[in-house]
């Protein structure tokens, strides 16, 4: 049974540049076949899907959030990240990450990020 | 973006009922289409994918159909344990995008 699980800063400061990572157990994320994906849910916006990686490094980010996004893959440790820069108020949000192939049908639990000075 | 319309927002069902939840697309996704049920403080857990196909170990009760741009997810006879938020997601086109959500409350 595939596992993620968040885990990062709950709290950031304006301006500032959120880092979360995902880890990923009970299989390996070295897989051709999934993508492994990032999403947001806040009260204002619903659920957000952020972007995804593929083990071989290929990205796709909703054009939304683009320019302030990062999304990376670490193999040997069976983790990927997200890199959220310039952050504000409106980023204030519960993060997750999932196993992705268009579906998402592995999440982890899911990490509070509060943007607040 | 392609827009994922949902309705109702909120319904209130005794159990036993037939529920039926609508998500409209604003333009052709195919059957691009999935459904998740999330309860409160946890991750969405996914129900149907492709519009119509139960995804392992999800009841029966749960079904899914589509009709163009319209998708519906039925609850053949709700049950205490299906009190949560539906989304609809569609997986056709980048940026993926979600309904708003329906709230399924049990009278």
């Known amino acids: 049974q595939v596992q993620l699980q968040e885990s990062g800063p709950g709290l950031v400061k304006p301006s500032q540049t959120l880092s979360l990572t995902c880890t990923v157990s009970g299989g390996s994320i070295s897989s051709d076949t999934y993508y492994w994906s990032w999403i947001r849910q806040s009260a204002g916006k619903g659920l957000e899907w952020i972007g995804r990686?593929?083990?071989?490094?290929?990205?796709n980010y909703n054009p939304s959030l683009k320019s302030r996004v990062t999304i990376s893959v670490d193999t040997s440790k069976n983790q990927f990240s997200l890199k959220l820069s310039s952050v504000t108020a409106a980023d204030t949000a519960v993060y997750y990450c999932?196993?992705?192939?268009?579906?998402?049908?592995?999440w982890g639990q899911g990490t509070l990020v509060t943007v607040s000075s | 973006d392609i827009q994922m319309t949902q309705s109702p927002s909120t319904l209130s069902a005794s159990v036993g009922d037939r529920v039926t939840i609508t998500c409209r697309a604003s333009q052709s996704i195919s059957s691009w289409l999935a459904w998740y049920q999330q309860k409160r403080g946890k991750a969405p857990k996914l129900l149907i994918y492709k519009a119509s196909s139960l995804e392992s170990g999800v009841p029966p009760r749960f079904s899914g159909s589509a009709s163009g741009t319209e998708f519906t997810l039925t609850i053949s006879s709700l049950q205490p344990d299906d009190s949560a938020t539906y989304y609809c997601?569609?997986?056709?086109?980048?940026?993926?995008?979600f309904g708003q959500g329906t709230k399924v409350e049990i009278k």
């Open positions: 999932a196993r992705e192939l268009g579906i998402l049908d592995y």
């Open positions: 997601q569609q997986y056709n086109t980048y940026p993926w995008t």
């Open positions: 990686i593929s083990t071989r490094g290929s990205t």
